[in-house]
């Protein structure tokens, strides 16, 4: 009977709109964003250990066809995947990257329901800090704190990469620039 009255009710307000107002919409969190699933967050690391594992077609497999990647010193550039891909790998060449392990992890899933002033977006972001630690070929090690926000689709695939590091502090000398727009 409860469903008979809540369909009735849909029908004759919302549906046919006879006269009756809809209620409000429900107030938005002070700041217009809630915690997301927690799914983005596991998401976002493991896109980032795969980036940083240079396996870079498991990486792939978590990007959208087409990602917005914006590094500290450079503008935000929309690129195809696989170019993105491979300016990672020739990132990782120039500066003699053997491997990079970012351990350390704190990630925030937020859905925001106005545009983020990291992204300029709405939608779900993953917020991560974390510590990268650089081995190079030539023996030396250099870590460094990281700032990174994610952006998913509506496909859970992320199409906006934004990489915000902290300040270099002394044990960051040494560690490769980021990569650049290619």
């Known amino acids: 009977m409860l469903t008979l009255l809540r369909w009735s ?16 919409p429900a107030p938005l969190t002070p700041a217009g964003y809630e915690r997301a699933s ?3 967050a596991v998401l976002a690391q493991k896109a980032l250990a795969y980036q940083a594992d240079f396996d870079t077609l498991a990486w792939a497999e978590l990007l959208a066809e087409r990602v917005t990647w914006q590094t500290p010193d450079a503008a935000p550039a929309r690129l195809a995947r696989h170019r993105l891909v491979g300016a990672w790998n020739g990132w990782r060449q120039a500066h003699g990257v053997r491997r990079l392990h970012l351990h350390g992890f704190t ?5 925001a329901y106005q ?3 990291l992204s300029g977006r709405r939608g779900v972001h993953v917020l991560t800090y974390c510590t990268a630690t650089a081995e190079l070929t030539d023996g030396r090690r250099a870590a460094r704190r990281l700032s990174l926000c994610c952006h998913f689709d509506a496909a859970k695939r992320i199409d906006g990469l934004w990489l915000y590091s902290a300040p270099p502090t002394p044990e960051a000398r040494g560690f490769p620039d980021q990569p650049g727009v290619p």
């Open 38 to 40: 927690s799914e983005y």
């Open 107 to 111: 990630n925030l899933a937020l859905l």
């Open 9 to 24: 009710t849909l029908l004759a307000c919302g549906g046919l709109r006879l006269g009756c107002t809809p209620d409000p």
């Open 115 to 117: 545009p983020l002033a």
